[in-house]
Structures are given as structure tokens and as C-alpha cells.
């Protein structure tokens, strides 16, 4: 059974950064395009960042974009967020998820997820 296991989340001052992982060694990891969402209080969950299978292109949603840092290392199985300058909006939970093709991730299309990590960023 594939599991995606995130760690890396919590408590920070905003103007902080932290660095997120998700690793799993059950899935075709260099085969799957690897990605994150989050969820927000009272929020639904949206679109953060994705990443094809060689690491080669990128992508990000509009209220991350210039903050965060997707990548992955294909040895490890493991992909990696970097939050810098973070921001009391980006408190919510976030999780990993995976699916061979940036499109349908980004759709919300996943094929797995992760359990989720708690972020929270105070003002």
C-alpha cells in the first residue's frame, strides 16, 4: 500500500520559513509527478506547488509564487517544500500528494495523499 508521509510542519513567526518533506517508498516515485495542497480554517483545499517527474519544471499558485520552493530528490523518494516569508494566511494543513501528470494533480485528480501536516504561522 503506497503511503506519502509528511513532516516538517509547525509553529513559526510570519517572516519564517520552514521546509516541508514528504517521503514514501511503496510508489514509482521518479514515475509520478509529486505535489502539494493545503487546507486552510474554514477553507477549502487549494493548489500550492507540483513538480514533473525529473524535477525539470515547476509549478505554483498564485498566492505562493515567489515564496515557495518546490523539489524533489529521486534517490531519497522524497520531495520537499521550502515556505520562506511566510504569511498568517498560509496557516492551514498541508498535504502531499502524487500522481504521474502535473495537470491532473493540479486539478485536484491524485491518486494518493498524504495524512497532512499542520502549519501555522502567527502574526
Known amino acids: 500500500q503506497v503511503q506519502l508521509v509528511e513532516s516538517g510542519g509547525g509553529l513559526v513567526q510570519a517572516g519564517g520559513s520552514l521546509r516541508l518533506s514528504c517521503a514514501t517508498s511503496e510508489l514509482d516515485f521518479s514515475r509520478n509527478a509529486m505535489g502539494w495542497f493545503r487546507q486552510g480554517p474554514g477553507k477549502e483545499r487549494e493548489f500550492v506547488s507540483a513538480i514533473t517527474w525529473t524535477g525539470t519544471s515547476t509549478s505554483y499558485g498564485d498566492s505562493v509564487k515567489g515564496r515557495f520552493t518546490i523539489s524533489r530528490d529521486n534517490a531519497k523518494n522524497t520531495a520537499y517544500l521550502q515556505m520562506d516569508n511566510l504569511k498568517s494566511e498560509d496557516t492551514g494543513v498541508y498535504y502531499c500528494?502524487?500522481?504521474?501528470?502535473?495537470?491532473?494533480?493540479?486539478?485536484?485528480?491524485?491518486?494518493?495523499w498524504g495524512q497532512g501536516t499542520q502549519v501555522t504561522v502567527s502574526s
Open positions: 500528494a502524487a500522481h504521474p501528470y502535473v495537470p491532473e494533480l493540479m486539478a485536484g485528480r491524485v491518486d494518493y
